[in-house]
């Protein structure tokens, strides 16, 4: 399996304890939901775009008629398989986008994107195939209150640093960012925590204890453990 398709299979809360392991406490983007709770889980790099304040003198509407616009440029560039990252300073006053932008990346095959602000046209988002991820609706264009002013450089998005190529792992709980170099190995070990967590449950719903299974500390379970993914092969 790639990093990603391993990913895939792993939760957020297993991916922010195996970072918590590593001593990274702070990845997990704060204050962003999924439009559409349920949908399958977002893998994918970090592509990053950054707002700052919009000054009214430099954002009038006819902005929107420059080709390099640096809003419209982004999504034009996002890689396919990338997750588009959008530093709106924690501000949802203004959207970040709207239904039409991301309607535009999902065709192109981007894997989702995440704003710590809000996008405008919700619950045509929500519709999409296609995951996304705000703090809350916001009906104002970003020009009101948002001015685009970099593309894939490092950025804050809800107070967690993202840089591009970190790997964005995104389902109902929220966004993790996982470190570049350090996706490979967090892939392998969430795919083992997962398996064992699976272990757990199933014998937690059949009675037992969690006292020396979870975490694992009694051999008796590490042999029980070993037994149980042979009788799964």
Request: glycine residues 6%; aromatic residues 6%.
């Amino acid at each position: 399996m790639t990093i990603k398709e391993k990913l895939k299979k792993v939760s957020t809360a297993t991916v922010a304890t195996c970072l918590f392991k590593r001593g990274l406490k702070n990845q997990f983007i704060q204050n962003v939901r999924p439009l559409k709770p349920g949908r399958p889980t977002m893998v994918g790099e970090a592509y990053t775009l950054r707002y700052i304040p919009a000054r009214e003198d430099l954002n009038p509407i006819e902005v929107f008629k420059d080709p390099k616009h640096l809003q419209r440029v982004a999504m034009e560039q996002c890689p396919p398989g990338a997750v588009m990252v959008i530093d709106s300073r924690q501000n949802a006053r203004a959207a970040s986008a709207g239904s039409i932008l991301i309607t535009r990346l999902m065709v192109r095959g981007a894997a989702g994107i995440v704003t710590d602000g809000g996008f405008r046209d919700a619950a045509e988002i929500a519709a999409l195939d296609f995951s996304s991820y705000h703090n809350r609706p916001s009906a104002p264009t970003n020009l009101t209150l948002h001015q685009a002013i970099s593309i894939n450089d490092p950025i804050g998005c809800g107070d967690v640093a993202v840089f591009p190529g970190d790997i964005i792992l995104g389902d109902d709980d929220g966004v993790m960012v996982i470190p570049a170099h350090m996706a490979e190995s967090v892939a392998d070990e969430c795919l083992q925590m997962t398996l064992y967590e699976e272990f757990v449950m199933e014998s937690v719903q059949k009675g037992e204890a969690i006292i020396g299974l979870y975490p694992l500390t009694n051999n008796k379970n590490k042999e029980r453990f070993e037994a149980w993914i042979k009788a799964k092969e």
